[in-house]
């Protein structure tokens, strides 16, 4: 009863996300065909790294490998992109923030549904064809399909915690809006710096072994590493599990810190407004 | 019901100085101006009163509500309104009160305003019968069929107010608190406002805290008036005491037979009155005296004129109530005087 309650109250948001991604299509489809170039040229970047090397791995990765983890990063990054810190600093900057303070309904919860909507519009688009797309490339090179029902269903879990992870990150830095006055230039440096220690930029695998190790502790890794190397079966069964349960660990951190910040906010909000 | 005691906030406001010098200044060694936006403020609300809240721009009178829907938290002093304190218990105080900031929508924007309905009777638990029967009444009063299906950013400035009214009685909220409700409206719209507030205070006996520019909100819909200057409080009354206590400017208006008698008129050379105490208004045969009845009587002002000039038609008016709260908020009466 809660449950369903919970759903009608939130369902409206959702379609109104769908919708407002469908509204945007021409422009989502020109962002695409540039982030799917950009995929490209890294593909071309490696292919001359793996032919300058004389074994036909390079760091255990195959040059099969490594195409499916571009596309895959890349997939990923896409489906756990959260917008929660741009919302928010506008919601800060014109002080509409205030509003949400005389409403009985969570901040985080809009938010959430709404970019659902989105989500849900991007599965339909681009999930299915890219990860077709991943198995045709697959077969073709080796010859036999490679996909593995049970890693694909642990990578779709996986995902959706890496997406939840991503969102309440970006809530939370959001707010930092509250402290910082220009969030604009610190979000930039905050992607790129994410896309480093999440190995979005190059596998973890790549790197020295202390730092590979030092990153799969922190949270980054949960973003985009985790999933992209469970779709790829490069975990055994422990390892998934132990990489999942650190990705819950994480998870429930990042929640408990929105709430906090959340709840300091609205202290300094209340004071001073702004 | 409500009551507020000698509530007071102080806002912290940066000094700069102009140009990148006074920038670099404020960045090493930054200097706060206190700025008392609410200075000291205490009234009570009875159940079931419309109280309006006048004062000039930059009075206090957004922040006194917003320190009342616990948006602000007070520098000092309490607000009470129907046991709850603002600020403490806000997830379920705010389940019982009504705001609309007419500066600001609280609707989602990106959502259809009926889904925005539908949202709302979710998170306030409203029985799906009275959410029915809301929904007719308002949909009557405030005319939302036209645009029910729009999403909020769509919607015009007049179109959004209605919606936003609608969207703070959906939940029969035991207090409104309205700023600037009808801010930027045509006729139709403001009137179609004060209906639907005034047939809910009738109905269900929702007090009501608003703020206006508009006197004739005060006049249509208030029982009393606070009105506040500087984040003081000058006057807390009925709007008839404020006529009484500063009624003493009349108007009175002669309509003249002849054009060319008005150069015969010349109230403050031959009655001796300063530009304060009288204001006169020609306008082709027509004359209006504005003057003060404490200065200078009814009775002086028409012996004069009808010593001068030949008089086709004469009319008094009553103290305009426009007038009164120009010259309070113009600091030509006093404070004292209250
Ligand atoms: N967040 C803030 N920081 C600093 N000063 C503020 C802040 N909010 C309001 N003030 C100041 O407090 C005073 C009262 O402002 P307030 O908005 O309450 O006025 P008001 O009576 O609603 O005026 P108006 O009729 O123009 O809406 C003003 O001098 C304003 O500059
Ligand atoms: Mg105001």
Redesign the pocket.
């Given at each position: 009863m809660k449950f369903k309650k919970f759903i009608r109250t939130y369902k409206p948001f959702t379609r109104a996300g769908m919708l407002e991604s469908v509204q945007y299509r021409a422009n989502f489809f020109c962002f695409l065909i540039g982030e799917i170039m950009s995929c490209f040229i890294m593909f071309f970047v490696w292919k001359a790294v793996f032919l300058s090397s004389d074994s036909e791995t390079f760091m255990g990765f195959t040059m099969e490998d490594m195409v499916v983890y571009l596309f895959i990063t890349f997939l990923t990054g896409y489906l756990t992109y959260s917008d929660g810190t741009y919302a928010i600093a506008m919601e800060i900057r014109d002080g509409s923030i205030a509003m949400r303070m005389i409403k009985p309904c969570s901040f985080d919860m809009c938010f959430l549904f709404q970019e659902l909507g989105n989500k849900i519009i991007n599965v339909l688009f681009i999930f299915a064809p890219l990860v077709l797309g991943v198995e045709a490339y697959r077969w073709a090179i080796t010859g036999e399909c490679q996909f593995q029902i049970q890693h694909f269903l642990l990578y779709v879990i996986s995902l959706v915690l890496a997406y939840l992870i991503s969102f309440y990150f970006n809530v939370s830095y959001g707010f930092m809006a509250f402290y910082l006055k220009n969030l604009w230039g610190a979000d930039i440096l905050k992607e790129v710096i994410i896309n480093f220690l999440s190995g979005a930029t190059i596998p973890l695998a790549f790197m020295p072994e202390i730092l590979a190790d030092v990153l799969g502790f922190l949270p980054f890794s949960s973003l985009s590493y985790t999933p992209v190397m469970i779709y790829m079966g490069m975990y055994s069964g422990m390892e998934i599990l132990s990489r999942i349960l650190m990705q819950i660990f994480w998870l429930c951190f990042m929640v408990v810190l929105s709430k906090i910040i959340w709840n300091h906010a609205v202290k300094r909000l209340c004071s001073?407004?702004? | 019901m409500i009551y507020v005691n000698d509530l007071r906030k102080e806002?912290k406001?940066a000094i700069k100085e102009p140009g990148l010098k006074g920038s670099v200044k404020a960045l090493f060694s930054p200097k706060n101006e206190i700025?008392k936006?609410v200075d000291g403020i205490s009234f009570h609300v009875p159940k079931g009163e419309m109280l309006g809240f006048i004062?000039p721009?930059?009075?206090?009178?957004?922040?006194v509500i917003k320190m009342l829907t616990g948006i602000l938290t007070p520098t000092s002093g309490t607000c009470e309104i129907n046991g709850f304190i603002p600020q403490k218990d806000r997830q379920r105080y705010v389940k019982e009160i009504g705001v609309v900031f007419g500066q600001r929508t609280q609707l989602w924007w990106d959502l259809a305003l009926r889904e925005t309905y539908a949202v709302l009777k979710e998170i306030y638990d409203v029985p799906d019968k009275e959410y029915k029967k809301r929904m007719e009444f308002l949909n009557e009063v405030l005319e939302l069929d036209e645009f029910i299906s729009s999403p909020v950013r769509t919607l015009s400035l007049g179109q959004r107010m209605r919606a936003d009214i609608a969207a703070s009685l959906l939940h029969n909220p035991k207090v409104l608190f309205l700023d600037e409700p009808t801010i930027g409206l045509d006729v139709v719209v403001k009137d179609n406002i004060r209906n639907a507030i005034q047939k809910i205070n009738a109905e269900e006996g929702t007090t009501v805290i608003l703020?206006t520019?508009d006197l004739a909100d005060i006049e249509l819909l208030c029982d009393r008036i606070v009105m506040i200057d500087k984040g003081k409080k000058v006057f807390d009354g009925q709007l008839n005491d404020l006529r009484h206590e500063f009624g003493q400017m009349r108007d009175l208006q002669f309509e003249l037979i002849s054009k060319s008698d008005i150069s015969k008129l010349n109230y403050k050379a031959d009655l001796k009155l300063s530009d304060e105490d009288v204001k006169i208004e020609n306008e082709k045969s027509s004359v209006s005296v504005r003057f003060d009845s404490e200065k200078v009587s009814v009775e002086d002002i028409l012996s004069y004129t009808l010593s001068k000039v030949h008089v086709k038609d004469i009319n008094l008016k009553d103290a305009d109530i426009e007038e009164i709260i120009r010259r309070l908020y113009r600091q030509e009466v006093s404070i004292d005087e209250v």
């Open positions: 001073q407004e702004g | 806002f406001k700025v936006a004062g721009n930059g009075a206090g009178k957004s922040t703020t520019h």
